[in-house]
C-alpha cells in the first residue's frame, strides 16, 4: 500500500464484502436446497433466554422458511418459564416459520430466595425460606456473618464460590444436615467454599457439599471443594460427595476434622494440609 488513500479504498472493498456477504451466502443456500425465502423473527426474553436447535442465546434476524425451528425457553435462576407470547407450547416448542413474528419468552420470579452477592453484616438462612440460590459468587466481607441454620439447601450457579473473609457458622444437625449443591444437579458444578483469612467463629458442621470443583478466583490455591487458608475452621460432620479433585485442602490452619466423610471421582489429595503446625 503506497498511500493512505489506497489503504482506504482497500478497506472500502472489506467493508462492501462484509456488507453484502450474508445476503450471498442465503441466497447460495436457497438456491442450493431449494429454500423459498426467508422471515424475519424477532427472539424478546426477560428472566432467561432462547436456545434455537442447541444454540444458545438466540438472536434476532432472518431465517428460513419451512425449516423447522426447534425453540427451548431457558430460565435465569430464581426464575420459572410461564410460556410463549406469539407461539403455542411447552419450554421446548418446535414450529416452522411462514411469516415475519415476534416471539417472547415470559418468565416469572419463582419464589425461592436468593442470597445476596455481598454479605456485610449478620444473614441467617432459615429452613422455612430454602431452598436458596446464588446468580454469582457470595462474598462474605470482613465485617459480615452468614448463618446457615440446619436443614437449609443452597443451590450454587455454575461456577460461582462462597467466599469467607467474615465469618460462616454452618451448622447442620444429624438428623437436619445442610446441603450445598449445584442448581443444575450432576450436569454443571459449582466453584467451592474459601475461608481466606476469616474472622474467628467459623464452623462447618453437618454439612452435604456436592457438585463442586475449585474456585474461579485462584483455581491454584482455591484448588479443593473447602479451601481453609489462614482460618482455623472446625469441621465435623461434613460430607463431600463426588469432589472431581480434592475434597479439601487446608493451609497454614490447624486441621481440625471429626466424623467426615469424603468422596472424590478423579485423583488427588482427598486432605491436603500445607504450612500447617498442628493436624
Do not use: C
Amino acid at each position: 500500500i503506497n498511500s493512505i488513500d489506497q489503504w482506504r479504498s482497500h478497506l472500502a472493498i472489506m467493508e462492501n464484502f462484509a456488507k453484502l456477504r450474508p445476503g450471498i451466502i442465503r441466497q447460495q443456500l436457497s438456491d442450493k436446497f431449494g429454500l423459498t425465502g426467508s422471515v424475519k423473527l424477532n427472539f424478546l426474553s426477560d428472566g432467561g433466554s432462547i436456545t434455537l436447535n442447541g444454540v444458545e442465546n438466540v438472536q434476532s434476524g432472518e431465517y428460513f422458511k419451512g425449516i423447522p425451528i426447534h425453540l427451548t425457553a431457558v430460565p435465569d435462576i430464581g426464575y420459572e418459564f410461564i410460556g410463549w407470547d406469539g407461539l403455542d407450547g411447552d419450554i421446548q416448542v418446535e414450529f416452522l416459520a411462514t411469516e415475519d413474528k415476534t416471539i417472547t419468552a415470559i418468565f416469572a420470579r419463582s419464589g425461592e430466595s436468593l442470597i445476596p452477592p455481598h454479605i456485610t453484616e449478620s444473614l441467617i438462612l432459615t429452613k422455612a425460606n430454602s431452598p436458596y440460590l446464588t446468580s454469582s459468587d457470595i462474598i462474605v466481607e470482613s465485617t459480615g456473618v452468614l448463618k446457615i441454620s440446619p436443614g437449609v439447601e443452597i443451590r450454587m450457579a455454575e461456577g460461582a464460590s462462597i467466599y469467607v473473609y467474615g465469618v460462616l457458622q454452618a451448622g447442620g444437625d444429624l438428623t437436619d444436615p445442610i446441603t450445598i449443591r449445584s442448581y443444575y444437579g450432576n450436569q454443571k458444578r459449582w466453584g467451592s467454599i474459601v475461608f481466606d483469612k476469616g474472622q474467628s467463629g467459623s464452623i462447618v458442621q453437618n454439612t452435604i457439599i456436592k457438585n463442586a470443583s475449585s474456585a474461579s478466583l485462584d483455581p491454584a490455591l482455591y484448588k479443593a471443594n473447602l479451601n481453609v487458608i489462614e482460618t482455623f475452621v472446625p469441621i465435623d460432620g461434613l460430607t463431600i460427595k463426588d469432589a472431581d479433585y480434592n475434597p479439601v485442602y487446608i493451609k497454614k490452619s490447624i486441621a481440625d476434622i471429626k466424623n467426615s466423610t469424603f468422596y472424590s471421582i478423579g485423583v488427588g489429595d482427598y486432605i491436603n494440609v500445607a504450612e500447617s503446625d498442628s493436624a
